[in-house]
């Protein structure tokens, strides 16, 4: 008997042992499968996905602390026009952080992959140049956006570093594009846009002047952070238009584009207080006049969400050459690129055309650009990165007496901060005496 | 042609013999056609086994105890009698040929069946004395109360079981917890299992079936899958708490085990039982109360009263009014801002009362039972539906089963059950959401609609939410003995559950014009197998040793579909197909399979029948393991210990088993928590679907390990009127999954499982069970019991999860707090917005239910709650708060002293200066200053204790005082249930008792409506 179950007891022991847990579930992509070439149209696609993403929360939130926008409702609205002095981690939404990020570490690690798997294939293949341009803008934004640079797990760096990796990506970029030939011409085109960017805050004007010229960016070349109703365009969302909706967070009024729009027409900073879909009314905080943007819902449907945010463009470049011709002290070449961007520009029915700026001298013709790029570039996501750039290299302490920014730049340093979730699990920031939470808290305010 | 006829003639013979050699037989032996009554009240005691051990023959008694054995052969026999719940009785009887015995046996019962089968917890089968562990049983015969689910058959009976009542939408399931959570980021809901067969998930449309499954469109609550087994089915259920238990559970049992036993077929007469239950519901008041206003003299002119818009302000000593006698008309006037006059009023019914219906419910149930020795079967059909208490909720159940068994060979028996049942259901929306009814009611002015009135808010109730359920179960159990003290069993379960849902917000519809509709389907199938020997030897005089061994497989498949549309073309019937966009998320499809396989042997060694000691083993691997991991282990000890069996045990002192008993088991992962993973995102704004990272992976991912120590004894004293039933356990869970967030530089900000985690619970478990009186005609019975349940956690990594924090319960409330909370002084917060509050499950559950027994079968029997020591925190009614103009419900009774209106400061972060002058402000405490206006930071502040007394049941039960032809037994049963609930003073929220969805970690509020009291009348006859 005994033998008996002893044989049962080892044959069903046999039986587990033999037994398979092995499970091969689809759904979600097992990462090997990232490897095959047939990935990797969704692979870049995904790089862009969280640019688009990245886009939308960061330009959101520069765009109140550049006073392109004002808070007027309670959801998704940081407290800066209640909290003056900082951008501080508590105001803003950690995804500014986590997005840009993501952004930036899947293109990276796309590159990565591309290197590993087309070895010497990767400097003629298209995925590889667009996943490099991806790369360059996602670093790009950062470097705009945020205060310090931080890359997979590191200490902070100098914001350069961002601005670096830009730059690299985008040459590597603009080298395989040309490499692979008609084909990517406009990845080409980014990278050099991105590039000039890039350098504008390297301080390498002559590179981005090299870049910026027509003929690597013609003026009608555009590229945008394309939505959907999935993931949908921030300042339509909070805006809640299309269903009549309780959030309106954000209003244009007391900005300088609430009396630009009035006076001039110009429908690049076009903005209304009259019904969309149910009635306007004051925002969450009462006696905030809400006027809203329409420069993303120029219909006032659901289909507003997937409204396109400019990433990159020929216009832009055609003002960063005015910049450098500014920088070169040559008003001149500056009023005429400048007004050569409003020239024809549309404006409200029944305005006149724009006028020009008249430009006499540098000093002039530095407000001007200032003023005609926070125009050009509204609710772009750029204005804030611009005023930052200018109050480093000194030439809004020399140059700028008025303007749409007026009020900010005393209170409010221009970048967003590394989120508190970085903070909390990244090894080398945890004892940051600027964060509250490490045990090495100075007890002062973080300088930003 | 003639062929034919032969063959047809042929078998019209052998139909003859079949039909008349029986009879023949019979005429050469003796009938025992008998009744078995209760010793105390004399009422026949059903499913009682008779048998005749010399001869192999066996039967059940029927619903009224009567029993008959036929053919038995001529001779002088031991009747043996043997019922759970009662002493084993042994008669003589002579039967003679052709002879029909009429005996009555009366059999009286034990407080304490120390030989009555549990089969939960161990291998095979055992008796009570012989297993160290807690076992609680719950027997449908002690049930008066005509329940409709399981979830109420077990609520409130069993120490160290809560079960929250849930909430007043149709096809809400409840949450179970035993013994406190097992997890702390996975399901703490118990394993259940139906006759042996394991169910194969807890809820249907399970956010945990496939992540991101669910379009969002669902605004209701889960629908439990214990709700598809028909109670009348039910014999008993057994209920074993933790891992000292469940230890050859394996993987999936450290939440514990429920296992239920469906009623089986009886030899003898077919027995037909019909019942049906005829019921109201009605949603008691859980809103704020009346009272009377201190006055606002200080109120500008101009503002209008509640009753009158444009009168004067309000006197002091005004009685409330009720908010809903101001349906009709307009709270705010033109050019007044944010309707200034309205708070002060009382919402009993949070202004939900034009839409509380008292819905009309019914329930018929059918079932028949009956057999031979060779074959017994039962089977049930029953029907059950109504509408609901809000205006969309209806619903209808159908529910069969059928159990049939027979005995192949003298050493073989097999049972085959089979269960089939469909639920369909509609319900009207709620939760935080546009289509919430409850949500616009609660919020209006400031909802979706813009509006208070309720005729616009009527139509909200355009939507449609549908539901259809379909579950099936089928099982089949060999059980062979080929030789004495041997048995093999085998069972084969196949559990089928499927759910789709159609939810519709038309065309034109008042906070989604352009309209939306989606359509959900989910599905879990289970296929388990179990297989158990078991030998019993006698190594030599009084020691035995009973060596089971066996193994378990099951596999899970599971699949999800969601679809999800907006913008529709017009009116009419609509599928997703006819939508233009697709608004919140692509089509999701998604299936997954889970295999658990596990080997497990135990070895019980018996001294004496009364020193038992149990040693045993399980050995799992399952798919969601990750890949560096292999087989785990979870061992089981336990000893048992009948002292009373001792010879020097005074026989005055009653009876009592001593036990103690030490176990594993285990929590697994997801499917796709230990693998590194991309998610293909559908992206029309780019063009095409677009990877994004998904789950980072972790190679060495393990199961939760759960670690149990129980220690009680069961004891029966004062000639068994008294039972006791005491445990203390401790269990401790290591390597607990935590969801690990990474450095977002990283570039992957979806969390990471990972086992980290630690945490315990301890309490003490006791079951009081005391005759105060017993009488022929007059009894009274008291069942107590009380469990406690002590939590902590002791690690959580680099874990950062809210309600999981190192030296707190586990789930704990935290919350903004108020330093000065009950001082009449402004508030003064504590710095941290994350305070200690407490645990989120009770602490302290009592529970009294007296049974009073009359003569002519006549029962009272009344059954409270008492759950104390925990938090629980409302989540909307900050909004309510920020946007007036009503305020909030929780705040009433503070209004009537200083209305909400009376503030009129910045959206800064506390009272303004003008509510800090009210005449009246010295009435109303820090906490409730901080809560009750316009404040933007204290959005937790809502967080409350969750004490409460609840009145479970109240049932009055007697025989039915006419009797139909052929009719053997009817009782009538008249029964209220949710009828009282007391809450902590300090409670002014929702009633907490309102849990939350099935596999939810934590008790909270949602935007819903209790659950409501039911008035049920109940006939049950037998023929």
Redesign the interface.
């Known amino acids: ?1 005994h033998k008996r ?1 002893s044989v ?2 080892a044959g ?2 046999l ?3 033999a ?1 398979s ?3 091969t ?7 090997e ?2 490897d095959q070439a047939g ?1 990797w ?3 870049v ?2 790089a ?3 640019i ?1 993403r990245a886009t939308s929360i960061d330009a959101f939130y520069g765009a109140v602390a550049a006073k392109e926008y004002s808070t007027s409702g ?1 959801i998704n609205a940081t407290k800066l026009p ?1 909290v003056f002095g900082q951008l501080s981690v508590d105001d803003v939404n ?1 995804n500014t ?3 840009s ?2 952004a ?3 293109a990276e ?1 796309g590159q990565r992959r591309l290197r590993e798997v087309l070895g010497s294939g990767f400097a003629t293949n298209k995925y590889a140049a667009q996943i490099l341009m991806y790369g360059a803008l996602a670093n790009r934004i950062l470097g705009e956006n945020f205060c310090e640079a ?5 200490a902070k760096k100098p914001i350069n570093e961002y601005f670096t990796r830009a730059e690299a990506q985008a040459t590597e970029a603009i080298a395989i594009a040309g490499a692979v030939g008609a084909s990517e011409v406009s990845t080409q085109r980014a990278a050099y846009a991105i590039r000039a960017s890039a350098r504008l805050y390297l301080g390498n004007f002559a590179g981005a002047g090299n870049d910026a010229t027509t003929a690597n960016v013609p003026t009608s070349f555009s590229l945008s952070a ?6 949908r365009n921030l300042f339509v969302d909070t805006n809640d238009f299309a ?4 959030f309106r967070a954000s209003t244009v009024w007391r900005t300088f584009f609430e009396s630009y729009f009035r006076t001039t027409g110009d429908l690049r900073v076009r903005w209304d207080s009259s019904t969309v ?3 306007a009314r004051d925002g ?3 006696g905030i006049p809400w006027l809203y943007q329409r420069k993303y819902i120029p219909t006032g449907t ?2 507003d969400y ?1 409204s ?1 945010i400019r990433l990159v463009s020929g216009r832009e470049m055609r003002l960063v050459q005015a910049e450098l011709a500014l920088r070169a002290g040559d008003f001149t070449t500056a009023e005429g690129l400048i007004n050569g961007i409003r020239a024809g520009q549309a404006v409200r029915a029944g305005s006149p055309a724009l006028t020009s700026w008249t430009i006499t001298n540098v000093q002039e013709g530095w407000n001007a650009l200032r003023r005609e790029r926070s125009i050009e570039l509204w609710l772009e996501g750029r204005t804030m990165g611009d005023l930052r750039r200018w109050i480093a290299d000194g030439t809004y302490a020399a140059q700028f007496t008025n303007g749409p920014d007026s009020d900010v730049a005393d209170r409010v340093r221009m970048c967003l901060p590394i ?1 508190r ?2 903070r ?3 090894s080398n920031l945890q004892l940051d005496p600027d964060d509250p939470q490490s045990p090495i808290y100075n007890g002062q305010a973080a300088p930003w | 042609m003639p062929f034919k006829v032969r063959r047809d003639l042929a078998r019209l013979l052998v139909s003859i013999l079949a039909l008349v050699l029986p009879t023949i037989l019979a005429a050469q032996a003796g009938t025992i056609s008998g009744k078995v009554v209760h010793e105390g009240t004399g009422a026949g005691v059903p499913a009682v086994q008779v048998s005749i051990p010399a001869l192999k023959v066996s039967t059940l008694t029927a619903a009224d105890g009567s029993f008959t054995l036929a053919g038995v052969r001529p001779g002088n026999y031991e009747l043996h009698i043997i019922r759970i719940g009662f002493r084993a009785t042994d008669v003589p009887v002579e039967v003679r040929a052709g002879q029909i015995l009429t005996p009555e046996v009366k059999i009286t019962e034990a407080a304490m069946a120390l030989d009555e089968i549990v089969v939960t917890g161990t291998a095979g089968q055992a008796r009570r004395r012989e297993v160290g562990n807690s076992i609680s049983q719950v027997q449908i015969s002690d049930v008066k109360q005509p329940v409709q689910n399981l979830d109420q058959m077990l609520q409130g009976r069993t120490a160290g079981v809560v079960i929250p009542t849930g909430r007043a939408d149709m096809g809400s399931g409840s949450a179970i917890r035993l013994r406190g959570n097992a997890s702390l980021s996975l399901t703490s809901y118990p394993l259940i299992y139906v006759d042996g067969i394991r169910q194969t998930a807890e809820a249907y449309s399970s956010n945990n079936l ?1 992540p991101n499954a669910n379009t969002g469109t669902r605004q209701g609550g889960q629908a439990s899958l214990l709700a598809d087994i028909d109670p009348a089915t039910i014999d008993r259920v057994e209920i074993v708490k933790g891992p000292a238990a469940t230890a050859l559970y394996g993987t999936e049992a450290a939440a514990g085990v429920i296992q239920i036993f469906t009623k089986k077929g009886v030899t003898g007469r077919t027995v037909w039982t019909f019942q049906t239950d005829q019921g109201v519901r009605a949603v008691r008041p859980w809103g704020s109360q009346p009272g009377t206003y201190y006055g606002s003299p200080g109120r500008p002119a101009g503002i209008p009263l509640p009753s009158s818009p444009g009168s004067a302000a309000i006197a002091a000593g005004t009685p409330t009014q009720a908010c809903i006698r101001l349906a009709d008309q307009p709270l705010i006037d033109a050019g007044l ?2 309707g200034l006059a309205i708070s002060g009023c009382h919402r009993p019914y949070h202004d939900m009362d034009p839409y509380l219906h008292k819905p009309w419910r019914q329930r018929y149930t059918l079932s028949v039972a009956g057999g031979s020795d060779a074959v017994r079967y039962f089977t049930s059909a029953s029907g059950e539906g109504g509408d609901g208490i809000l205006p969309l909720d209806n619903d209808l159940r159908y529910q069969f089963r059928s159990n049939v068994s027979f005995h192949p060979t003298e050493k073989l028996n097999i049972d085959i059950s089979s269960a089939y049942s469909r639920y369909k259901y509609s319900f009207t929306g709620s939760n935080n959401g ?1 289509s919430s009814l409850y949500f616009q009611v609660v919020r209006r002015p ?1 909802n ?1 609609p ?1 509006s208070y009135d309720y005729r616009i808010l009527d139509s909200i109730l355009t939507q449609r939410n549908n539901v259809r359920n379909d579950r099936m179960i089928l099982g089949a159990t060999a059980t062979w003995t080929p030789l004495s003290g041997m048995t093999h069993k085998l069972t084969l379960g196949y559990d089928d559950a499927r759910s789709e849902e159609n939810y519709l917000l038309p065309f034109n519809y008042i ?4 309209g939306r509709i989606s359509l959900e389907k989910s599905g879990s199938r289970s296929f388990s197998t179990d ?1 158990v ?1 078991s ?1 019993q ?1 006698s190594l030599f005089t009084g020691l035995k040793s009973t ?1 089971s ?3 378990q ?1 099951v596999q899970r498949d599971e699949d999800a579909l969601a679809l999800e549309g ?2 529709l073309p017009g009116p009419g019937e609509h599928t997703v197909s006819s939508a233009s ?6 089509p999701v499809i ?6 658990t ?3 497990l ?1 135990q070895n019980m060694f018996a001294f004496k029948d009364r020193y038992f000691l149990t040693v045993g083993a399980r ?1 799992d ?3 969601a ?1 990750g890949e560096n991991l292999g ?1 785990q282990t979870y061992p089981k000890a336990s000893a048992s210990y009948v002292i009373s069996d001792e010879p020097f045990w005074p026989g005055a002192l009653g009876t009592m088993k001593l036990r103690a008993a030490y176990g594993l088991a285990g929590r697994a992962p997801g ?2 928590d230990a ?21 980072p ?1 972790n190679p060495d991912l393990a199961p939760e390990r759960s670690r149990e120590i129980e220690v009680g004894a069961d004891a029966a004293v004062l000639n068994e009127r008294l039972t006791v039933d005491f445990s203390y356990y401790d269990r401790v869970t290591s390597d607990a999954l935590l969801q690990i ?9 979806n969390q990471q499982l990972e086992n980290v985690g630690k945490f315990y619970n301890k309490g003490v478990e006791l079951g009081v069970t005391g005759k105060i009186l017993e009488s022929a005609k007059l009894g009274i019975e008291l069942n107590a019991t009380l469990a406690t349940n002590k939590s902590k956690v002791l690690e959580v990594g ?1 874990a ?1 999860v809210n309600n999981v924090q190192v030296g707190q319960p586990a789930p704990v409330v935290r919350a903004t707090k108020v330093k000065n909370m009950y001082d009449f002084v402004d508030p003064v917060f504590e710095p941290d917005s994350n305070n200690f509050y407490g645990p989120n499950l009770p602490t302290q559950t009592i529970t009294l239910a007296p049974t009073f027994r009359f003569p002519k079968q006549v029962t009272l029997t009344l059954r409270g709650e008492y759950q104390a020591g925990h938090w629980i925190t409302q989540g909307a009614a900050h909004f309510l708060a ?2 007036g103009p009503y305020g909030t419900p929780s705040c009433d009774e503070v209004y009537r002293y200083v209305p909400w209106a009376e503030y009129d400061g ?3 972060y506390g009272p303004s200066a003008r509510i800090n002058t009210h005449q009246n402000i010295d009435k109303v405490n820090a906490v409730d200053r901080a809560r009750c206006y316009r404040s ?1 930071l204290q959005s937790n502040l809502f967080t409350w204790p969750a004490d409460f007394f609840k009145v479970r049941e109240i049932t009055l039960q007697a025989p039915l005082p006419f009797r139909l032809p052929r009719m053997q037994t009817a009782m009538i049963t008249i029964s209220g249930r949710n009828l009282f609930t007391k809450v902590s003073k300090r409670n002014r929220s929702n009633d907490p008792d309102i849990g939350n969805s099935v596999e939810n970690l934590t008790f909270s509020f949602t935007d819903a409506v209790p659950a409501p009291a039911e008035f049920t009348v109940s006939i049950r006859a037998t023929f």
């Open positions: 008997m179950i049962l007891v069903a022991a039986l587990v042992g037994c847990f092995d499970v579930n689809p759904g979600p992509v097992a990462d499968a990232l990935a149209d969704a692979l696609r995904g862009r996905y969280n688009s309670r209640l950690a952080w986590n997005w990020q993501a930036r570490w899947q690690d931080v890359i997979d797990g590191s394309p939505f959907d109703l999935t993931t269903v009549g909706g309780n879909n149910g009635k969450e905080f009462t659901n289909a997937g396109p989120s979730g970085e909390q699990t990244n | 496939v801002a944010d546009t400031l979706g813009s906070t989604d014009r352009p297989y020997l030998q030897i060596l061994a066996g193994g497989l907006a913008g966009t697709f608004p919140s998320q692509a998604a299936r997954q399979r889970v295999i396989g596990g080997f042997f050995v691997g399952n798919s393991f087989l499917a796709f693998i590194k993973t991309w998610t293909p995102t559908l992206w029309t704004g780019g063009g095409g679907t677009a990877f994004i990272p998904r789950n992976g967030a990474r450095a977002p530089s990283l570039g992957n900000t680099t950062t920020q946007r910045p959206p800064v933007i």
